[in-house]
């Protein structure tokens, strides 16, 4: 199992470029599977679940051919579909959880889906249920072999239909969507998800000759057309990455210039983070963080204690609150952090509290972190990445502390930051990558 083994303490200084959007590259990747014709995608990121995807979809029989750079295309005109029953199916699909985007398009054109119980980030239960309720609102009948933990889809006529969704799902949203671009007549999905992937999957499919209007809020028009061409796709910066390097920025008391970052669609991440008194510089399309020696939480205006939680977009993405509760870590001040939509992502700060951090858990939805202020240096422990965000905290401690630390696991971290090691080396950090 491979290790980082980071020596903390340094201030970093440079530039960094932003990978292409993870969960947007998960939602685009499976959307190829719409059409027979040629997709070109620009800006792919080069990390395991996106890497992962591509090759389940090219042993599905998906021609993909790696340009380089970022850039891949990809031809689905020889669909096949036996390969959705064999064991190396379920045991691709089910390393991921953007694999249960290919149930949307396959439904669409092939008329029936399988999928075994997905995988990704065990942050708490991850039901599939708005997935499924909006798939059978469309015409399509289920089955769920709860031993074998598998799902079959069949649907001989897929047709527009209202539907009101239980939650915004963002994956949810996508499979959705993608099910009803070519379902006959006319699809409203309202409390649909809105975050960044899904306004930039609507207007791929759109190039593809979809029909859809409402692009970017949560009520969705989708008048199904007959077919869909191939189009060229470019990826949205990845905004959880920027907002995991103003992070450790903040952290580390480095300057960091963080490149081309589509300010426009950013929503409510740099104002978040100036709530816990970083100075966050827009200059252009770039971001600048000064190396900051002090920085102090804001109260409310009554003078109480903020609290910072996660709530579908436009709202606060949940996938960067364990970045914002390490970085309050060494801010002066106090604020409560609330993860609402998982149950079991803030576990992870018992290795934070170990570092000399000063945090409470008051219950597995919210913590309280009392800033140190920079009085002393976190301690470098040893430690486990549970989880793609908490791993890169973890690593963001892990830089600021004293001593060398070590972090396991890393392939957790590997699942959504690309190269992350020698992008971080390269602007003076000192991570060792062990395998
Ligand atoms: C591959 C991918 O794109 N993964 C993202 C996607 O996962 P994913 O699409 O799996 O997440 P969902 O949007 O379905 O929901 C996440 C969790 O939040 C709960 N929930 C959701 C909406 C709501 O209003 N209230 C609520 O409590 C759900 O019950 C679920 O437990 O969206 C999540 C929420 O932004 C992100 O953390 C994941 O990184
Ligand atoms: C939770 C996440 O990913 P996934 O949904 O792929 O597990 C994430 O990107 O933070």
Same mark, same amino acid.
């Given at each position: 199992?491979?290790?980082?083994?980071?020596?903390?303490?340094?201030?970093?200084?440079?530039?960094?470029?932003?990978?292409?959007?993870?969960?947007?590259?998960?939602?685009?990747?499976?959307?190829?599977?719409?059409?027979?014709?040629?997709?070109?995608?620009?800006?792919?990121?080069?990390?395991?679940?996106?890497?992962?995807?591509?090759?389940?979809?090219?042993?599905?029989?998906?021609?993909?051919?790696?340009?380089?750079?970022?850039?891949?295309?990809?031809?689905?005109?020889?669909?096949?579909?036996?390969?959705?029953?064999?064991?190396?199916?379920?045991?691709?699909?089910?390393?991921?959880?953007?694999?249960?985007?290919?149930?949307?398009?396959?439904?669409?054109?092939?008329?029936?889906?399988?999928?075994?119980?997905?995988?990704?980030?065990?942050?708490?239960?991850?039901?599939?249920?708005?997935?499924?309720?909006?798939?059978?609102?469309?015409?399509?009948?289920?089955?769920?072999?709860?031993?074998?933990?598998?799902?079959?889809?069949?649907?001989?006529?897929?047709?527009?239909?209202?539907?009101?969704?239980?939650?915004?799902?963002?994956?949810?949203?996508?499979? /959705? !969507?993608? #099910? =009803?671009?070519? @379902?006959? %007549?006319?699809?409203? &999905?309202?409390?649909?998800?809105?975050?960044?992937? $899904?306004?930039?999957?609507?207007?791929?499919?759109?190039?593809?000759?979809?029909?859809?209007?409402?692009?970017?809020?949560?009520?969705?028009?989708?008048?199904?057309?007959?077919?869909?061409?191939?189009?060229?796709?470019?990826?949205?910066?990845?905004?959880?990455?920027?907002?995991?390097?103003?992070?450790?920025?903040?952290?580390?008391?480095?300057?960091?210039?963080?490149?081309?970052?589509?300010?426009?669609?950013?929503?409510?991440?740099?104002?978040?983070?100036?709530?816990?008194?970083?100075?966050?510089?827009?200059?252009?399309?770039?971001?600048?963080?000064?190396?900051?020696?002090?920085?102090?939480?804001?109260?409310?205006?009554?003078?109480?204690?903020?609290?910072?939680?996660?709530?579908?977009?436009?709202?606060?993405?949940?996938?960067?609150?364990?970045? /914002? !509760?390490? #970085? =309050?870590?060494? @801010?002066? %001040?106090?604020?409560? &952090?609330?993860?609402?939509?998982?149950?079991?992502? $803030?576990?992870?700060?018992?290795?934070?509290?170990?570092?000399?951090?000063?945090?409470?858990?008051?219950?597995?939805?919210?913590?309280?972190?009392?800033?140190?202020?920079?009085?002393?240096?976190?301690?470098?422990?040893?430690?486990?990445?549970?989880?793609?965000?908490?791993?890169?905290?973890?690593?963001?401690?892990?830089?600021?502390?004293?001593?060398?630390?070590?972090?396991?696991?890393?392939?957790?971290?590997?699942?959504?930051?690309?190269?992350?090691?020698?992008?971080?080396?390269?602007?003076?950090?000192?991570?060792?990558?062990?395998?």
């Amino acid at each position: 199992m491979s290790t980082f083994k980071i020596k903390g303490g340094y201030q970093l200084r440079g530039e960094l470029t932003p990978q292409g959007a993870k969960n947007e590259a998960l939602q685009v990747v499976c959307a190829v599977l719409l059409t027979p014709e040629k997709v070109t995608l620009h800006n792919l990121p080069d990390i395991r679940d996106v890497n992962f995807l591509i090759d389940l979809l090219e042993e599905l029989g998906v021609k993909v051919n790696r340009l380089g750079n970022g850039t891949v295309e990809f031809t689905s005109d020889e669909i096949n579909l036996e390969y959705l029953q064999s064991e190396q199916f379920k045991t691709r699909a089910a390393s991921l959880r953007g694999s249960v985007m290919i149930m949307g398009p396959l439904l669409s054109r092939f008329k029936k889906a399988y999928m075994p119980k997905p995988g990704g980030d065990k942050i708490g239960p991850r039901p599939l249920d708005t997935h499924f309720l909006g798939f059978s609102k469309l015409g399509a009948t289920f089955s769920y072999d709860a031993k074998a933990g598998f799902y079959t889809l069949k649907a001989d006529n897929l047709e527009g239909k209202y539907l009101l969704l239980d939650e915004p799902s963002v994956t949810g949203t996508a499979n /959705i !969507l993608m #099910t =009803a671009v070519m @379902a006959k %007549g006319k699809t409203t &999905i309202y409390n649909a998800a809105c975050e960044p992937y $899904l306004q930039q999957l609507c207007l791929m499919l759109i190039s593809m000759g979809a029909k859809i209007t409402g692009v970017g809020s949560n009520l969705l028009n989708i008048e199904g057309v007959t077919e869909l061409g191939g189009c060229t796709h470019t990826l949205l910066p990845d905004f959880i990455e920027i907002g995991s390097f103003i992070g450790l920025a903040a952290m580390t008391q480095s300057e960091i210039t963080i490149k081309d970052c589509r300010i426009d669609m950013l929503g409510r991440i740099p104002e978040t983070f100036r709530r816990l008194g970083i100075q966050v510089e827009i200059k252009g399309d770039n971001i600048f963080i000064p190396s900051q020696t002090k920085y102090e939480i804001q109260r409310m205006i009554d003078g109480s204690i903020p609290t910072i939680y996660d709530a579908p977009w436009p709202g606060f993405t949940p996938d960067l609150l364990s970045i /914002i !509760l390490v #970085t =309050a870590i060494q @801010a002066s %001040g106090t604020v409560l &952090i609330h993860q609402k939509m998982f149950d079991s992502r $803030l576990f992870f700060i018992d290795r934070l509290k170990d570092m000399g951090a000063q945090i409470i858990l008051c219950d597995p939805h919210r913590a309280t972190v009392i800033g140190i202020n920079r009085e002393y240096k976190l301690r470098a422990t040893s430690m486990s990445s549970p989880d793609i965000r908490a791993g890169v905290a973890l690593l963001i401690a892990a830089l600021s502390a004293e001593g060398t630390s070590t972090i396991s696991n890393i392939h957790q971290i590997d699942r959504g930051y690309q190269y992350i090691d020698k992008r971080l080396n390269a602007i003076g950090a000192n991570i060792v990558r062990e395998d």
